[in-house]
């Protein structure tokens, strides 16, 4: 089996029809995953076997809208997703812009730079990389030296920069993603705000990954992603290290479990001597919960 990540902007003009024929397609595959449809285009990621990941990609590159399509693939030994969703969305990434300040990424983004490129301009001097995801997900693996918006969601991304403008307006600005899609938007965001040197990592931290020449080099940690193995190795070189650390002791603990509580679900760091210490709850409060609901 394997697992395709992709996105790709496009006018999409009837999302509500085309959402039935990609439903249809994707089970008559049996697909499962996460798709997001919008009137600027596609955004998923879809697990299923060889040949219906196969069948799937064909079908979509044969369509003129969405030719153009490109699929990072990994090999899975089951599916990653408990079903198939399918939403229509205002947009397949949330910016959380009015509709007048929206970013159309085929009209204005940042110059994209291939993993080689972008390994190099990391190592410039004076150069500003930030990191386009949530702090959650840089909490478990981030590039050396980047930046790190306190954010909880990538709509929450344009108020950061307002505060930090000043500091990093006139810089070389390089920005990276899972999968490229987010900074396809803060890289056009970036240089709509005045940024002149914007760049992005192309195919963002997956393709940086896979890149046989930078085998994913001083990228700290592990990469979070939205299916069932939440974190992914990433650097295959002597610079690959664990930055998250457990919640309690500070030990290093490279993925993240689910607090015990289920009305708190969070995910957070426990290391294995921790966990049969404190349980598997992310606060003392929560393992009070979960005792006074047992009792």
Same mark, same amino acid.
């Given at each position: 089996?394997?697992?395709?990540?992709?996105?790709?902007?496009?006018?999409?003009?009837?999302?509500?029809?085309?959402?039935? &024929?990609?439903?249809?397609?994707?089970? =008559?595959? %049996?697909?499962?995953?996460?798709?997001?449809?919008?009137?600027?285009?596609?955004?998923?990621?879809?697990?299923?076997?060889?040949? %219906? !990941?196969? &069948?799937?990609?064909?079908?979509?590159? =044969?369509?003129? #809208? *969405?030719?153009? /399509?490109?699929? @990072?693939?990994?090999?899975?030994?089951?599916?990653?997703?408990?079903?198939?969703? /399918?939403?229509?969305?205002?947009?397949?990434?949330?910016?959380?812009? *009015?509709?007048?300040?929206?970013?159309?990424?085929?009209?204005?983004?940042?110059?994209?730079?291939?993993?080689?490129?972008?390994?190099?301009?990391?190592?410039?001097?004076?150069?500003? /990389?930030?990191?386009?995801?949530?702090?959650?997900?840089?909490?478990? %693996? @981030?590039? !050396?030296?980047? /930046?790190?918006?306190?954010?909880?969601?990538?709509? &929450?991304?344009?108020?950061?920069?307002?505060?930090?403008?000043?500091?990093?307006?006139?810089?070389?600005?390089?920005?990276? +993603?899972?999968?490229?899609?987010?900074?396809?938007?803060?890289?056009?965001?970036?240089?709509?705000?005045?940024?002149?040197?914007? $760049?992005?990592?192309?195919?963002?931290?997956?393709?940086?990954?896979?890149?046989?020449?930078?085998?994913?080099?001083?990228?700290?940690?592990?990469?979070?992603?939205?299916?069932? #193995?939440?974190?992914?190795? *990433?650097?295959?070189?002597?610079? #690959?290290?664990?930055? =998250?650390?457990? #919640?309690?002791?500070?030990?290093?603990?490279?993925? $993240?479990?689910?607090?015990?509580?289920?009305?708190?679900?969070?995910?957070?760091?426990?290391?294995?001597?921790?966990?049969?210490? &404190?349980?598997?709850? +992310?606060?003392?409060?929560?393992?009070?919960?979960?005792?006074?609901?047992?009792?």
């Amino acid at each position: 089996m394997q697992v395709l990540l992709y996105y790709l902007y496009f006018p999409l003009e009837d999302p509500e029809t085309y959402m039935v &024929e990609h439903r249809q397609l994707c089970e =008559s595959l %049996g697909l499962k995953g996460r798709i997001l449809l919008g009137n600027e285009g596609i955004n998923g990621t879809v697990s299923g076997t060889l040949e %219906g !990941t196969e &069948e799937y990609m064909k079908a979509l590159w =044969s369509d003129p #809208r *969405t030719k153009d /399509i490109e699929f @990072k693939i990994d090999p899975c030994d089951e599916h990653l997703f408990p079903k198939l969703s /399918i939403k229509v969305r205002d947009e397949i990434v949330t910016l959380g812009l *009015t509709e007048e300040q929206d970013i159309d990424p085929n009209e204005i983004t940042g110059k994209r730079l291939s993993p080689r490129e972008f390994y190099e301009a990391m190592n410039e001097e004076d150069v500003v /990389i930030i990191d386009g995801r949530n702090k959650y997900e840089a909490d478990m %693996g @981030k590039f !050396t030296n980047a /930046i790190v918006p306190e954010i909880d969601s990538f709509r &929450e991304f344009p108020e950061w920069f307002k505060e930090h403008a000043d500091e990093i307006r006139d810089r070389k600005i390089l920005t990276y +993603c899972t999968g490229g899609i987010r900074c396809e938007k803060l890289s056009g965001f970036l240089k709509k705000e005045g940024c002149e040197e914007v $760049y992005q990592l192309h195919g963002g931290i997956v393709s940086y990954a896979k890149d046989p020449e930078v085998k994913g080099r001083d990228f700290e940690g592990l990469c979070y992603v939205f299916d069932k #193995r939440v974190g992914v190795e *990433t650097n295959f070189t002597e610079t #690959r290290k664990i930055i =998250s650390t457990c #919640r309690y002791c500070n030990a290093t603990v490279p993925e $993240y479990s689910n607090c015990g509580w289920p009305n708190c679900n969070r995910q957070f760091f426990i290391c294995p001597n921790c966990l049969e210490k &404190e349980g598997s709850f +992310c606060s003392s409060e929560c393992r009070d919960h979960a005792a006074e609901n047992t009792g």
